[in-house]
């Protein structure tokens, strides 16, 4: 017995007679015999709920989580504190959502989003912004189409210092489209400006720079703006939002797309899973610009497209960990920051790891292993009950043994310590 | 006055499943007569759904459940799988930790997309779309880059005329040609040419029937060498009674919220699976969760014909945990059951509607609006729901 049906044997059968058949079965006399199930197909038995448990706990208990382990790994997803308040107001809105209001009418919960578009506002300096989307990396992909179509252009220029795994879902989406990408290098840790330039000719529609850069490296963004804004082309940022407490912002810079993603605002690190993305625009695209956003009407606060409920519950915890925060989540920055120094500082003391890069960096940096692969660090740490960095090496080969390490507003002097020392440890 | 969880139909449902020991030596059948109760107990038994339908009016503050979306396609989410998808072991994983430390989330990928394969026939699935736009994205592509290699320059997507904007609307990023026809025989076999590289309809369709010719669409197409794709967008009114693989179709794509009940708001979710057949799986996006001779779990990248990646990361993870749970606690007898239960309360209430006689499946268009009872809801609701319907 299906124990999400609440239809009684009884209902069923007043319900087929009404229907003037003999069993729900003939319902499906529509589909021809050749392509109807033969067989079951192989599924084990329905386990109670007691048992579904078992089974996803039994799975979930051969992962290594960060609420145990201490991470020390970042390149795009970031281990951060989310507040006791956050996440209770999340799960009440989730089980709000599960009552299956009609969000798209439903004024209390339209109002959130409304702040959190306005608090976004404040933080990029945008002029609009809404969650656009599910994922930055399709976030670029619609901003790029955008540019394109806008310039009549085929021509795309991203920087190399752009999260590796956002450049390759442009890459599949410019070879559908017959789009022309190119990637300027970044050899000394961020975006080479020559390079850049050099590229934008006049086929380019857009250029996307990310800061701070997938090494963790805050670029010239203004800098580079002009001289793009100067050849009348578009200039797409990919910005964190936290850094933006400290950083220039890209409305600051006149950027006329900005995007980012919400998982650093009270998100979980979920194995990467889309929390959701935001993208700002400009005063000057904000006309063309498709942004779903809640508008206030008259007092009415509408909006054209429902979210679907994950992407409305990840708007709705990221709300609640600005208004928690407040002026504070300055704060939160700023300790990522001096947290990330002073672990750069104690690991590039050691001689097991030298410098690469020496650029300002914001709450993650490179360094380079001289010892031990990174990959055998890493795996050492594990056993320390630590998540070490990322291997750069399966991104940049150049960078040869390199590793990018993520510190948090999470991390302890302690923590630090014990990772620097079991990580230039030697054996 | 609020209603008595006594004031609720007392029918025999039960809301709870029993732990499965395999311990069944002993039953109480052996108890002295003299120890036994001597009243049967009476007490309301109601299924889950009433069960937490009855407490959330009662605990609803000024937030009331909105039972009525429930006839709009909207279903009920069992609170097991909202709480098994918060589980620190889920939440708490970074995506690019090594495998070794998260070889129970690439377990459940890979068992979650080896158990929706054989449930929808396919041989093999990709779980990386986010949206409905991305998946037909990924069968372009994967149709793309197989053209690509046999050399073939068909330009032409053929589409039914219930398709997607989204369909449309991709097919004119990619530069191809849409050409729209009815899915019959007549009407396919007249719209074929050597430029068609690509047939996709939707099955079951937007009215929610059966598209009946469609072995004979299918074999028609591939004799012309195209490509079949299934829109499955109300495929969860077929789990269990046939699988779109059995009915000819190369690719097929479904929002995992359709199709298993694992949210409960309107609108699509973050995660729309992308199913093909064997000779396909080699374009799926990177990575897929394979595993190697020590039984360990991986993602593989080394795929050469991919077409690469259309989205960070894997996909909607935690979709993937409530789609597994869901999957694990209904079992194929329960997807059979709702499968027929959504078919039932869906003609029950058109014929209520719109009195009209012929079958749907899951879902019907009366009045300009989709309607799409959800399995939980029973005959009283429909009855209540029809009764009132048209008045303010």
Partial sequence: MNISISNTTEQIREMCLALGISSPEELFSDIPENVKLKEPFTLPEALSEYDVKKVMQNLAGRNISASDAVCFMGAGVYDHFVPALVTKISQHASNLLNGAIDIASHGSILQIVYDYQEYMKKLTGMHSVSASDHDVSVAIVKAAKFACDDKAKKKIVVSRAVNPEYRKVLKTHCAAWNHELCEADCADGSTSVEELLEMCDENTACVIVQCPNFFGIIEQMKLLCDAVHEREILFIAVVDPLSLTIYKTPGEYNADIALGDGQTLGGTLSYGAPHFAFTGVSKEISDKYYLNSVINKNGVLMLKKPFDQQRLLSVITASAYIALMGNGITDVAKTCYSNAYYTYEKLTATTAFKAIFNKPFFREFAVKATKKNVNDINNRMLDYGMIGGFALKNEYSELGNAWLVAVTEKRSADEVELFVKEASRSI | ?392
Avoid at chain 2, 110 to 134: N, R, V
Wanted: proline share 2%; hydrophobic share 40%; glycine share 6%.
């Fill in chain 2, 1 to 392: 006055m609020k209603k008595s969880i006594f004031e609720n139909k007392i029918c025999g449902k039960h809301g709870y499943t029993l732990p499965q020991t395999a311990i069944d030596e002993y039953t109480t059948d052996s108890v002295s007569e003299s120890l036994l109760r001597e009243n049967k107990l009476d007490l309301p038994s109601l299924d889950e759904y009433s069960v937490s339908l009855h407490f959330r009016s009662l605990l609803a503050d000024n937030d009331e459940y909105n039972k009525s979306e429930c006839f709009h396609g909207v279903r009920y989410l069992r609170s097991v799988i909202d709480d098994v998808s918060k589980l620190d072991g889920f939440t708490g994983i970074h995506p690019y930790q090594l495998g070794d430390a998260g070889q129970g989330a690439l377990e459940l990928l890979f068992t979650a997309g080896h158990m929706i394969s054989d449930m929808f026939g396919m041989d093999m699935f990709s779980l990386q779309s986010a949206t409905k736009m991305q998946a037909m994205f990924t069968m372009l592509a994967i149709a793309k880059a197989h053209r690509q290699e046999n050399d073939v320059k068909k330009n032409v997507i053929l589409v039914s005329t219930d398709a997607c904007k989204c369909a449309l609307k991709t097919a004119a990023e990619f530069g191809f040609e849409v050409r729209v026809t009815d899915m019959t025989v007549d009407a396919v076999k007249s719209s074929l040419d050597e430029n068609v590289l690509l047939l996709i309809l939707k099955n079951p369709t937007r009215d929610g029937k059966f598209v009946t010719e469609i072995s004979e669409i299918a074999s028609l197409a591939h004799d012309a060498g195209v490509i079949v794709c299934c829109d499955a967008s109300h495929v969860s009114s077929l789990i269990g009674i046939a699988r779109p693989g059995d009915m000819g179709f190369d690719m097929m794509c479904f929002d995992m919220a359709e199709a298993f009940a694992i949210s409960n708001s309107r609108g699509e979710s973050a995660c729309v699976a992308v199913g093909v057949k064997n000779e396909f799986t080699d374009y799926l996006p990177v990575p897929v969760v394979d595993i190697d001779e020590e039984e360990q779990y991986f993602f593989n990248y080394d795929r050469p014909k991919s077409i690469g990646k259309v989205n960070a990361f894997y996909g909607d993870f935690t979709a993937w945990i409530k789609a597994l749970a869901f999957i694990l606690t209904t079992g194929f007898d329960g997807f059979k059951e709702i499968a027929e239960v959504s078919a039932l309360n869906v003609n029950y209430m058109k014929l209520l509607l719109s009195k009209e006689k012929s079958f749907v499946l899951k879902r019907f268009i009366f009045d300009n609006t989709a309607f799409e009872p959800s399995f939980s809801l029973d005959k009283s609701d429909i009855d209540e729901f029809a009764a009132n319907y048209g008045k303010k």
